[in-house]
């Protein structure tokens, strides 16, 4: 079983992937077009003043605590790319 929970509580530093997105179809296309689309690996950074920071591709995302808490992710087992 994985243990799937939203990008906001998920801890930085660790790589996951975006399993779903509950969201309405504008914020899933903003997303999209930033490259957070489900089966997407992504590393969160942290948060900075109500940001939440992520880095999907070797780019960088500032996200806000919102739109964080509708990307669902799930941990990244085995062999993961590198981000920069």
Known sequence: MT???PLA???TGQT???CDVWAGKGLKR??????????SIIQPLGCNRG???VSVNGTRY???RGMAN???VEPVYG??????
């Open 30 to 39: 903003r997303l999209m077009e930033m490259g957070l689309t489900p089966e």
């Open 9 to 11: 509580m998920y801890p």
């Open 51 to 53: 940001s939440f920071l």
């Open 16 to 18: 996951c992937r975006i």
């Open 62 to 64: 500032a996200l806000g």
């Open 70 to 72: 509708k990307i669902i």
């Open 79 to 84: 062999e993961v790319p590198q981000f920069g």
């Open 3 to 5: 243990s799937r929970i």
